[in-house]
């Protein structure tokens, strides 16, 4: 059931740009005041920014206060190049959306050197240089006084009238909106939702974070220079004023008002704070009071947008319906339960899969470390002397045990590259990953679990193992963009895949429920599924056992054997000495920084010192 | 020579106000890593409250410039009750208060046009000569004044934060929250004590300024961004590195209005920003690195 998406899903999915769509047609026919009109199109120019701007915030959590910087530099770039060089509008909109995106292109690369936070203020320093700027090419842009753009927009052989300009910007809002439907529907989509929370998730999947980044600047660039192409021809005439901080701020309210993680929250904002006070109640004057109050209000009290809030206040309402009938817990609540299904799923189904996406994987190569130290400020947290290494050879389970702050997690980000190592080496094969980067090492065949699994509240299982599996096949972002028959059908196969494994990993009933309402095992297991669904030789598990009931520990520990009796290494750490020991072929003891021994589990079970570091003195 | 120590002066003087602001927000970032938008904003309260007391009620002075840093100081604590406490008690990221304290920002400013109008109102000079001579240079008295007042608040937020019990909290509250607490230190009132400390220095020195720049209603954002500047490239959580961040920041923008454009200057002191903070994203003062803000 989880593997095929019905039509009428995929109808339900387009229902927003409709139902937009048919209202901008109703506004048109319907309203035949030009100023109205024209106010409309001004609010959909700020809509097609704020979309940009809302894509950034809710899918990768950037904090884009430069927007409007973007959507001037292109309006300012269309109207010099129509009124000034004559150029046709269209030419001149599709270069005016160009320079947006180089500039927003140059503040990425900003943005990956400094924090996030640096990065929002130094956007809102850009949005108070308009005025400079614009005066500073004072010939072009007419400076202060304003530039005038005589003519209008050419529509094969028509000049378009305020009613064909508020078409054509309903028209590229629409457009605009269907392309970001397409990425936040997309596995690019899943992966930029899991870079917002944890870039080391992220490139364990194998993803560079910066080129998810860029990608998010990159188009919430272009529709900022969509946006300002079309405010450009709108009015008649262009001013720094046009483009004051006030407006930032409209546009990151808008965002906050209507929603971030969700597809119309911007435009809905849009609509709520640009033309209600105008249109609707005539508050001018109090405009830039009521602005600052609504996004105060918006982050205090509806952290994730109105709408959002709209359906935690029906699901809570309707919760207070089934409370008072007295029902049943729903089938939901049900498949949380964890005591509710108590049968041993065989893992054959599971392995099987694993397998498939692993042919033509070379598995022959070890995993090794050696001498390794790593300080933190002062503080040694890992510390082997120079003959120690730790080898995690082919078709073997290695395990690794040691008290809290053992170091053990240390090392597991040693091997990855997330801890580069202040001396000492990690070597694959006969490769040097001693300084790669987390994304390359992942590439190169190593995956992994982490302690605390990072998954986003809002995305499925369903969609994180899609997103996982579609990744492989790394087709161009351009593919998720337009979602091409190619996207289709890469995105259909890992679907399919996607399905089978969580079926196979029982987790059918929970794989289309979003990850915030899993148990914390159900998290666990959709964090090692997405370390195992990749064509990976080596898997690090850490603690993969913790918060599973019984029966998933077994399981899991059966997973585990039969995928390395087909050749895959694991280096396991594990709390839960029984499961450990018993799929363990290697033990290393770590204490405090140091290799204390290594052996098979017979060795380390007889081991005098290893239990007085793992069970106490007295034991 | 003459025209550049005057630009040279005048630039220490606007970066000493700058400078002020910039300490305010270094004060606050170290107890609450929080930035308060609403910071500039305070400054430009401090100007018009200098307006009404001092020109329209006709107070003296020192009464005036009590009353303005006190009442702005108190603005500055329900700053932080009104954006941050709310948010921080949910557990929202810094990031979300960024914006909260941006609309409290455009919520005073829009409050502020409504009382006071958006015209510059004059403010008569408070002590000694509209402009001193130092040599050949001249400058505004009140720039003279905003720079020894400070490197005195720099002084004594240096001699608080070393020597008593609140100062010390203060810096460590910074770096070890739950350490502060189990210590018996009361985290919410120190996060309230830092915006009132971080208001009442925006209160002071737009009452040191309003001579100079008179009193505008909408005049807050300038600063805002200066300020950040100025604490971006001197690190964020270092009360020096906010004074020399500031005078940096005052000298480049003044020389490069002297000798470029005054258009230009803005855009160049961007270039620095964005300059300095790709080689020392931490800022220029200080050490510690690998942890996001």
Same mark, same amino acid.
Request: hydrophobic content about 50%; overall charge neutral.
């Given at each position: 059931?989880?593997?095929?998406?019905?039509?009428?899903?995929?109808?339900?999915?387009?229902?927003?740009?409709?139902?937009?769509?048919?209202?901008?047609?109703?506004?048109?026919?319907? =309203?035949?005041?030009?100023?109205?009109?024209?106010?409309?199109?001004?609010?959909?120019?700020?809509?097609?920014?704020?979309?940009?701007?809302?894509?950034?915030?809710? $899918?990768?959590?950037?904090?884009?206060?430069?927007?409007?910087?973007?959507?001037?530099?292109?309006?300012?770039?269309?109207? *010099?190049?129509?009124?000034?060089?004559?150029?046709?509008?269209?030419?001149?909109?599709?270069?005016?959306?160009?320079?947006?995106?180089?500039?927003?292109?140059?503040?990425?690369? =900003?943005?990956?050197?400094?924090?996030?936070?640096?990065?929002?203020?130094?956007?809102?320093?850009?949005?108070?240089?308009?005025?400079?700027?614009?005066?500073?090419?004072?010939?072009?842009?007419?400076?202060?006084?304003?530039?005038?753009?005589?003519?209008?927009?050419?529509?094969?052989?028509?000049?378009?009238?305020?009613?064909?300009?508020?078409? $054509?910007?309903? *028209?590229?809002?629409?457009?605009?909106?269907?392309?970001?439907?397409?990425?936040?529907?997309?596995?690019?989509?899943?992966?930029?939702?899991?870079?917002?929370?944890?870039?080391?998730?992220?490139?364990?999947?194998?993803?560079?974070?910066?080129?998810?980044?860029?990608?998010?600047? =990159?188009?919430?660039?272009?529709?900022?220079?969509?946006?300002?192409?079309?405010?450009?021809?709108?009015?008649?005439?262009?001013?720094?004023?046009?483009?004051?901080?006030?407006?930032?701020?409209?546009?990151?309210?808008?965002?906050?008002?209507?929603?971030?993680?969700?597809?119309?929250?911007?435009?809905?904002?849009?609509?709520?704070?640009?033309?209600?006070?105008?249109?609707?109640?005539?508050?001018?004057?109090?405009?830039?009071?009521?602005?600052?109050?609504?996004?105060?209000?918006?982050?205090?009290?509806?952290?994730?947008?109105?709408?959002?809030?709209?359906?935690?206040?029906?699901?809570?309402?309707?919760?207070?319906?089934?409370?008072?009938?007295?029902?049943?817990?729903?089938?939901?609540?049900?498949?949380?339960?964890?005591?509710?299904?108590?049968?041993?799923?065989?893992?054959?189904?599971?392995?099987?899969?694993?397998?498939?996406?692993?042919?033509?994987?070379?598995?022959?190569?070890?995993?090794?470390?050696?001498?390794?130290?790593?300080?933190?400020?002062?503080?040694?947290?890992?510390?082997?002397?120079?003959?120690?290494?730790?080898?995690?050879?082919?078709?073997?389970?290695?395990?690794?045990?040691?008290?809290?702050?053992?170091?053990?997690?240390?090392?597991?980000?040693?091997?990855?590259?997330?801890?580069?190592?202040?001396?000492?080496?990690?070597?694959?094969?006969?490769?040097?990953?001693?300084?790669?980067?987390?994304?390359?090492?992942?590439?190169?065949?190593?995956?992994?679990?982490?302690?605390?699994?990072?998954?986003?509240?809002?995305?499925?299982?369903?969609?994180?193992?899609?997103?996982? $599996?579609?990744?492989?096949?790394?087709?161009?972002?351009?593919?998720?963009?337009?979602?091409?028959?190619?996207?289709?059908? =890469?995105?259909?196969?890992?679907?399919?895949?996607?399905?089978?494994?969580?079926?196979?990993?029982?987790?059918?009933?929970?794989?289309?429920?979003?990850?915030?309402?899993?148990?914390?095992?159900?998290?666990?297991?959709?964090?090692?599924?997405?370390?195992?669904?990749?064509?990976?030789?080596?898997?690090?598990?850490?603690?993969?056992?913790?918060?599973?009931?019984?029966?998933?520990?077994?399981?899991?520990?059966?997973?585990?054997?039969? $995928?390395?009796?087909?050749?895959?290494?694991?280096?396991?750490?594990?709390?839960?000495?029984?499961?450990?020991?018993?799929?363990?072929?290697?033990?290393?003891?770590?204490?405090?920084?140091?290799?204390?021994?290594?052996?098979?589990?017979?060795?380390?079970?007889?081991?005098?010192?290893?239990?007085?570091?793992?069970?106490?003195?007295?034991? | 020579?003459?025209?550049?120590?005057?630009?040279?002066?005048?630039?220490?003087?606007?970066?000493? %106000?700058?400078?002020?602001?910039?300490?305010?927000?270094?004060?606050?970032?170290?107890?609450?890593?929080?930035?308060?938008?609403?910071?500039?904003?305070?400054?430009?309260?401090?100007?018009?409250?200098?307006?009404?007391?001092?020109?329209?009620?006709?107070?003296?002075?020192?009464?005036?410039?009590?009353?303005?840093?006190?009442?702005?100081?108190?603005?500055?604590?329900?700053?932080? @009750?009104?954006?941050?406490?709310?948010?921080?008690?949910?557990?929202?990221?810094?990031?979300?208060?960024?914006?909260?304290?941006?609309?409290?920002?455009?919520?005073?400013?829009?409050?502020?046009?409504?009382?006071?109008?958006?015209?510059?109102?004059?403010?008569?000079?408070?002590?000694?000569?509209?402009?001193?001579?130092?040599?050949?240079?001249?400058?505004?008295?009140?720039?003279? %004044?905003?720079?020894?007042?400070?490197?005195?608040?720099?002084?004594?937020?240096?001699?608080?934060?070393?020597?008593?019990?609140?100062? @010390?909290?203060?810096?460590?509250?910074?770096?070890?929250?739950?350490?502060?607490?189990?210590?018996?230190?009361?985290?919410?009132?120190?996060?309230?004590?830092?915006?009132?400390?971080?208001?009442?220095?925006?209160?002071?020195?737009?009452? %040191?300024?309003?001579?100079?720049?008179?009193?505008?209603?909408?005049?807050?954002?300038?600063?805002?961004?200066?300020?950040?500047?100025?604490?971006?490239?001197?690190?964020?959580?270092?009360?020096?590195?906010?004074?020399?961040?500031?005078?940096?920041?005052?000298?480049?923008?003044?020389?490069?209005?002297?000798? %470029?454009?005054?258009?230009?200057?803005?855009?160049?002191?961007?270039?620095?920003?964005?300059?300095?903070?790709?080689? /020392?994203?931490?800022?220029?003062?200080?050490? @510690?690195?690998? /942890?996001?803000?």
């Amino acid at each position: 059931m989880a593997g095929a998406r019905s039509p009428w899903a995929t109808i339900r999915s387009f229902q927003g740009p409709l139902l937009l769509a048919l209202a901008i047609l109703l506004v048109g026919l319907l =309203v035949s005041r030009e100023d109205y009109l024209l106010q409309g199109s001004i609010a959909i120019s700020f809509a097609i920014a704020a979309t940009g701007l809302g894509l950034a915030l809710g $899918l990768a959590g950037e904090y884009l206060l430069g927007q409007l910087a973007l959507f001037a530099a292109s309006a300012y770039v269309t109207a *010099v190049l129509t009124s000034v060089h004559e150029w046709s509008f269209w030419l001149a909109a599709g270069v005016g959306t160009v320079a947006a995106t180089v500039v927003g292109l140059a503040m990425s690369l =900003v943005a990956l050197r400094i924090s996030k936070f640096y990065f929002a203020l130094v956007g809102f320093f850009l949005v108070s240089l308009i005025p400079n700027i614009v005066q500073l090419f004072e010939k072009q842009t007419g400076g202060s006084a304003g530039l005038v753009i005589y003519d209008s927009i050419n529509f094969f052989g028509t000049e378009l009238e305020t009613k064909g300009l508020f078409y $054509l910007a309903g *028209v590229a809002l629409i457009i605009s909106l269907l392309l970001v439907r397409n990425v936040r529907n997309s596995p690019l989509g899943t992966q930029m939702r899991r870079m917002r929370d944890s870039t080391a998730a992220l490139s364990a999947s194998g993803m560079q974070p910066w080129r998810a980044r860029v990608a998010v600047y =990159v188009l919430s660039s272009i529709l900022a220079g969509v946006g300002g192409a079309v405010f450009s021809h709108l009015g008649g005439f262009l001013q720094p004023t046009q483009f004051e901080l006030t407006f930032t701020i409209l546009l990151f309210a808008a965002v906050l008002v209507g929603g971030s993680t969700t597809l119309l929250g911007p435009t809905l904002g849009v609509i709520i704070l640009y033309i209600v006070p105008r249109v609707v109640i005539n508050v001018e004057g109090y405009s830039d009071m009521v602005y600052g109050g609504i996004v105060l209000l918006a982050v205090i009290l509806f952290p994730g947008g109105i709408e959002e809030a709209f359906q935690s206040a029906r699901a809570w309402f309707t919760g207070q319906l089934a409370k008072r009938r007295g029902e049943e817990p729903s089938a939901v609540e049900a498949a949380l339960d964890p005591d509710a299904v108590e049968e041993f799923v065989s893992p054959d189904r599971l392995v099987k899969e694993m397998l498939a996406m692993r042919e033509g994987v070379d598995l022959g190569s070890s995993l090794r470390i050696q001498g390794a130290r790593k300080r933190y400020g002062g503080v040694a947290a890992l510390d082997f002397e120079d003959g120690d290494s730790v080898t995690v050879a082919p078709g073997k389970v290695h395990l690794l045990l040691g008290p809290n702050g053992s170091g053990k997690t240390t090392l597991l980000n040693a091997f990855c590259g997330y801890a580069p190592l202040n001396e000492g080496s990690v070597t694959f094969g006969d490769r040097d990953l001693t300084s790669r980067s987390p994304a390359r090492i992942a590439r190169l065949g190593i995956s992994r679990s982490f302690q605390t699994p990072s998954l986003p509240d809002e995305t499925t299982p369903m969609e994180l193992l899609t997103a996982a $599996l579609a990744y492989q096949e790394s087709l161009s972002y351009v593919h998720w963009l337009i979602s091409d028959p190619l996207a289709w059908r =890469v995105r259909r196969r890992a679907r399919a895949r996607a399905g089978r494994i969580a079926a196979a990993a029982g987790l059918e009933e929970v794989a289309e429920q979003p990850c915030s309402q899993l148990t914390s095992g159900q998290r666990r297991i959709v964090d090692v599924l997405l370390a195992l669904s990749r064509p990976s030789s080596v898997v690090l598990l850490d603690e993969p056992a913790a918060g599973l009931s019984g029966r998933e520990r077994k399981q899991l520990g059966a997973t585990i054997e039969a $995928l390395a009796a087909a050749g895959l290494s694991f280096l396991v750490v594990e709390h839960d000495l029984e499961l450990a020991l018993q799929i363990a072929d290697e033990v290393s003891v770590l204490a405090e920084g140091h290799l204390l021994t290594h052996g098979t589990p017979e060795d380390i079970t007889q081991h005098r010192g290893v239990r007085e570091v793992l069970i106490g003195a007295e034991a | 020579m003459t025209t550049f120590l005057t630009s040279l002066v005048t630039g220490l003087g606007v970066g000493s %106000v700058y400078a002020l602001v910039a300490v305010g927000y270094a004060f606050i970032f170290r107890t609450t890593a929080s930035f308060n938008f609403a910071q500039g904003q305070l400054l430009a309260l401090g100007s018009l409250f200098a307006y009404t007391l001092y020109m329209a009620v006709g107070l003296p002075v020192v009464v005036s410039l009590i009353i303005s840093v006190a009442i702005v100081g108190v603005l500055g604590g329900v700053v932080e @009750r009104v954006a941050i406490w709310p948010l921080a008690r949910r557990g929202e990221d810094t990031l979300t208060w960024l914006i909260s304290t941006l609309g409290v920002a455009i919520l005073f400013a829009g409050a502020a046009q409504r009382i006071w109008g958006s015209k510059p109102l004059a403010v008569d000079n408070y002590i000694g000569p509209k402009v001193m001579h130092l040599g050949s240079v001249n400058i505004a008295t009140p720039y003279v %004044v905003t720079f020894v007042v400070v490197i005195a608040v720099a002084v004594a937020i240096e001699l608080f934060q070393r020597y008593t019990l609140w100062g @010390r909290a203060m810096r460590a509250v910074g770096d070890n929250r739950s350490a502060v607490e189990l210590a018996g230190i009361n985290v919410l009132v120190l996060g309230i004590g830092a915006f009132v400390v971080g208001g009442a220095l925006a209160g002071l020195a737009g009452f %040191v300024l309003a001579p100079v720049t008179y009193a505008q209603a909408d005049a807050g954002f300038t600063f805002v961004i200066m300020s950040f500047a100025a604490v971006a490239i001197g690190g964020f959580s270092s009360h020096w590195g906010a004074v020399i961040g500031g005078w940096l920041i005052g000298v480049v923008q003044s020389l490069s209005g002297t000798y %470029v454009s005054l258009n230009s200057q803005q855009l160049i002191v961007f270039g620095m920003l964005i300059l300095i903070l790709m080689i /020392r994203p931490q800022g220029l003062l200080t050490q @510690r690195v690998g /942890r996001e803000v």
